[in-house]
């Protein structure tokens, strides 16, 4: 789907689609980007270990209850020295989210 006006999201996220029911809109939200950088040591990497859905609900808008679901990647920090071995792409500007939806 095109970048839209109705959401405006960061690079690297997509709207994959939208589903309107009587009380609610669920926008489905994709991460499209081919790596990541590990928070621990700042590594890019391109080393996919799982992908999850994270659930974030946001204010009623047309009095209509809105879920984002972003779909993210976890990846692989392949750096030997670094803490970190797996770390999420959720962006971190997505706000409070209810947790990876299984």
């Known amino acids: 789907m095109e970048e839209s006006a109705f959401l405006p999201l960061p690079e690297g996220m997509s709207i994959d689609h939208v589903h309107q029911s009587e009380s609610q809109l669920t926008v489905v939200v994709i991460s499209t980007s081919a790596s990541a ?9 391109e080393h996919v270990h799982s992908r ?13 209850c809105v879920v984002l679901r972003l779909c993210v990647r976890k990846f692989f920090c392949l750096t030997l020295t670094c803490q970190r071995k797996v770390f999420g792409s959720t962006p971190s500007h997505a706000g409070p989210t209810l947790g990876p939806d299984h």
Do not use: I
């Open 37 to 45: 950088p590990c928070p621990g040591c700042g590594s890019f990497s």
């Open 52 to 64: 999850y859905q994270r659930t974030v609900k946001d204010l009623p808008c047309g009095g209509r």
